[in-house]
Nanobody, 124 residues
Framework: QVQLVESGGGLVQAGGSLRLSCAASGRTFSTTAMGWFRQAPGKEREFVAA????????DYADSVKGRFTIFRDNAKNTVYLQMNSLKPEDTAVYYCAARKSSYGSRQARAYDYWGQGTQVTVSS
C-alpha cells in the first residue's frame, strides 16, 4: 500500500512559480513510477507529467513542456513538480499518483494510488 500526500499549492499571479511536493509512504517508492495529473472545474482529469523509478526518464504534456519540471528524491520518498511561467489555464486541482510499475504512463487508469489533491490557482 502506498499513501500520497501533496502540498505546495496556492494562489499565484500569472508568470509566477510554484513547487508542488508529493510525499509517499511505503518501502517501494524507489521502484515506483510517479505522475502528476490535474483537473479543472467541469473538465476531465488530464495528464501533466510522469517520471520513472530512477528519475532518468520523464514525460510531459505538450501544454506544460518547457514550463514544468518533474523530479524526485528517492531518499526522501518525494516527487516534485516545479511549475514556472504559470498561466491562468493552469488553474486546477493537482493530483500525485503512483503506479505498480517502474515506468510512467500518460493514462490515469494506469496508476494505482492517488493523493487527495492540492489546489493551484493562477490569477491573470
Amino acid at each position: 500500500q502506498v499513501q500520497l500526500v501533496e502540498s505546495g499549492g496556492g494562489l499565484v499571479q500569472a508568470g509566477g512559480s510554484l513547487r508542488l511536493s508529493c510525499a509517499a509512504s511505503g518501502r517501494t517508492f524507489s521502484t515506483t513510477a510517479m505522475g502528476w495529473f490535474r483537473q479543472a472545474p467541469g473538465k476531465e482529469r488530464e495528464f501533466v507529467a510522469a517520471i520513472n523509478w530512477s528519475g532518468g526518464s520523464t514525460d510531459y504534456a505538450d501544454s506544460v513542456k518547457g514550463r514544468f519540471t518533474i523530479f524526485r528524491d528517492n531518499a526522501k520518498n518525494t516527487v516534485y513538480l516545479q511549475m514556472n511561467s504559470l498561466k491562468p489555464e493552469d488553474t486546477a486541482v493537482y493530483y500525485c499518483a503512483a503506479r505498480k510499475s517502474s515506468y510512467g504512463s500518460r493514462q490515469a487508469r494506469a496508476y494505482d494510488y492517488w493523493g487527495q489533491g492540492t489546489q493551484v490557482t493562477v490569477s491573470s
